[in-house]
């Protein structure tokens, strides 16, 4: 699968829109973008994921650049409970029972 | 209902004890995946098991490391003679048959050990 870059760390205040950015130059065409978030002292949840199209959720948005080199998880309203580790991971269409392979993600800090 | 549920949360042991750490996976779920997470790292892949076959253990660090699932549904990760460096978060996920609900998995919340 292939690599995905992400800044190490995001702060946001409380109530605001939140994006975090993941950079992917080298995705192929068959590759889906996988979001997972990491609370505190838990396993990591699934948030979103998509191919081409923007995707949209209960818990998220995820936009995605026209050439796919980018994507975008957005929290519309960030609350304190969305503070968490955000992984971005790319996966192949044909990845069959291959693992997810993590990154160190982006830890999103909420401010009141 | 149920999720991923490990047991114990927390251990604690000293240099070169035996530990064993149980992982049910989500009732029906056929695939299961071990990680390890060192502190301030992402979850690291050791092993996956479909069913009862264990099909991939290229992530397991040395061979005092061991995860089974006989009957295809409890799984347990047993690591002999710990050293500190095994000191971890271990983390079990499910999946259910991959054809269907697309490729999400669900953690548990992980048993932290603590080798001292």
């Known amino acids: 699968d292939a690599k995905t870059t992400q800044p190490n760390s995001m702060e946001s205040n409380e109530e605001e829109p939140v994006h975090l950015p993941c950079n992917h130059s080298t995705i192929s065409g068959t590759d889906y973008i996988h979001w997972y978030r990491q609370l505190p002292s838990q396993g990591p949840e699934y948030v979103i994921h998509g191919l081409t199209s923007n995707v949209n959720n209960r818990m998220a948005s995820l936009a995605i650049a026209e050439d796919r080199k980018s994507s975008t998880l957005i929290l519309h309203r960030a609350t304190l409970r969305d503070a968490a580790v955000y992984y971005c991971i790319l996966r192949g269409m044909n990845s069959g029972n291959t693992p997810l392979v993590f990154g160190k993600g982006t830890r999103l800090s909420v401010i009141a | 209902g149920a999720g991923v549920s490990q047991s114990p949360r927390y251990k604690v042991a000293k240099r070169g004890q035996d530990v064993a750490l149980r992982c049910d996976p989500i009732s029906g779920h056929v695939s299961l995946f071990w990680y390890q997470q060192a502190l301030g790292q992402g979850p690291e892949f050791l092993t996956y098991f479909q069913n009862e076959a264990q099909l991939d253990k290229s992530g397991l660090p040395s061979d005092r490391f061991f995860a089974e699932r006989p009957e295809g549904s409890v799984s347990t990760l047993k690591i002999q003679r710990t050293q500190q460096e095994d000191s971890a978060v271990y983390l079990c996920?499910?999946?259910?048959?991959?054809?269907?609900?697309?490729?999400?998995?669900?953690f548990g919340e992980g048993s932290r050990l603590t080798v001292l």
């Open positions: 996920a499910s999946r259910a048959a991959l054809m269907l609900r697309g490729q999400r998995l669900f």
